[in-house]
């Protein structure tokens, strides 16, 4: 397939961009009295409602396309299928090993009470270390997405990173409580972020002298398997964590209605 540097640096600025939203997260911490945990919940809905809706709708039947280009529209449904479920299965044995931790929004948490600072610190670290982790896969999906598509990409990365300002939350709450300072609340969720286009980087360098249908249709597939796994498991019970009335599916019903309204327009 003819992937130009112009699209390629597209791709890449875009997945940047949904990565720095750590950033934003964790500026909520250190320049707020409490983040707003009714909007956050409406957030994460949206956010998961988005990644469901764009994920099944197109990366899916994007898989399924490239596929049957290179096999045959038989063969090549059953590969996306394939693709889909074991991007499922590789973020399960990810979040297995590495699970995923997202901290109370409330600086009030007892956990956060403590004047242990070593504690607190570690805490900080192994989350940050988690966190790190998922965004390799997350800045693969929207680099890729992108790659291929903008009119896909762009409403991805848009939910990532929605998606990325609690964790930028869950970075930066226990490294400012342990060292009471700013720069290093923020900094550490900056470099978090960061593993999403170092993520992109990789995987593009990696798979570049190989790409045709088939490679699309295997990463488009684990791409769908993973989105959706993750706004299963991460996004919508975080979402119902914080809410306090009907925000969670507030929030879902209107990111997919967001989102199909602009893969609608982009077809225009």
Same mark, same amino acid.
């Given at each position: 397939?003819?992937?130009?540097?112009?699209?390629?640096?597209?791709?890449?600025?875009?997945?940047?961009?949904?990565?720095?939203?750590?950033?934003?997260?964790?500026?909520?911490?250190?320049?707020?009295?409490?983040?707003?945990?009714?909007?956050?919940?409406?957030?994460?809905?949206?956010?998961?409602?988005?990644?469901?809706?764009?994920?099944?709708?197109?990366?899916?039947?994007?898989?399924?396309?490239?596929?049957?280009?290179?096999?045959?529209?038989?063969?090549?449904?059953?590969?996306?299928? @394939?693709?889909? /479920?074991? =991007?499922? !299965?590789?973020? &399960?044995?990810?979040?297995?090993?590495?699970?995923?931790? *997202?901290? #109370? %929004?409330?600086?009030?948490?007892?956990?956060?009470?403590?004047?242990?600072?070593?504690?607190?610190?570690?805490?900080?670290?192994?989350?940050?270390?988690?966190?790190?982790?998922?965004?390799?896969?997350?800045?693969?999906?929207?680099?890729?997405?992108?790659?291929?598509?903008?009119?896909?990409?762009?409403?991805?990365?848009?939910?990532?990173?929605?998606?990325?300002?609690?964790?930028?939350?869950?970075?930066?709450?226990?490294?400012?409580?342990?060292?009471?300072?700013?720069?290093?609340?923020?900094? @550490?969720?900056? /470099?978090? =972020?960061? !593993?999403?286009? &170092?993520?992109?980087?990789?995987?593009?360098?990696?798979? *570049?002298? #190989? %790409?045709?249908?088939?490679?699309?249709?295997?990463?488009?597939?684990?791409?769908?398997?993973?989105?959706?796994?993750?706004?299963?498991?991460?996004?919508?019970?975080?979402?119902?964590?914080?809410?306090?009335?009907?925000?969670?599916?507030?929030?879902?019903?209107?990111?997919?209605?967001?989102?199909?309204?602009?893969?609608?327009?982009?077809?225009?």
């Amino acid at each position: 397939m003819q992937i130009t540097p112009e699209n390629v640096w597209i791709a890449l600025a875009v997945t940047l961009a949904a990565g720095l939203a750590t950033t934003l997260g964790s500026l909520m911490v250190v320049f707020s009295r409490r983040p707003n945990p009714r909007l956050l919940a409406f957030g994460l809905a949206f956010a998961g409602g988005a990644m469901v809706y764009v994920s099944l709708s197109e990366i899916l039947n994007k898989s399924i396309a490239s596929f049957a280009l290179s096999y045959g529209e038989r063969i090549g449904f059953a590969y996306g299928t @394939a693709a889909f /479920l074991l =991007g499922m !299965a590789a973020i &399960v044995l990810i979040d297995h090993f590495i699970p995923n931790p *997202h901290e #109370s %929004l409330d600086k009030q948490d007892p956990a956060f009470q403590q004047n242990n600072a070593a504690y607190i610190r570690r805490v900080g670290l192994l989350t940050a270390v988690a966190i790190t982790a998922h965004n390799f896969p997350e800045g693969l999906a929207t680099f890729f997405a992108t790659l291929e598509s903008p009119s896909v990409g762009m409403p991805l990365a848009f939910a990532i990173a929605i998606h990325n300002i609690p964790e930028g939350i869950a970075i930066a709450v226990p490294v400012y409580f342990a060292t009471q300072n700013k720069l290093y609340a923020v900094g @550490a969720s900056l /470099l978090s =972020g960061l !593993a999403e286009p &170092v993520g992109a980087v990789i995987g593009y360098f990696l798979l *570049h002298d #190989s %790409l045709s249908h088939a490679t699309f249709g295997w990463v488009f597939g684990l791409i769908a398997g993973v989105m959706v796994f993750l706004a299963l498991d991460e996004l919508l019970p975080a979402a119902k964590r914080y809410a306090k009335g009907h925000e969670t599916v507030y929030g879902l019903v209107a990111g997919m209605g967001t989102l199909a309204i602009s893969l609608v327009l982009f077809r225009w």
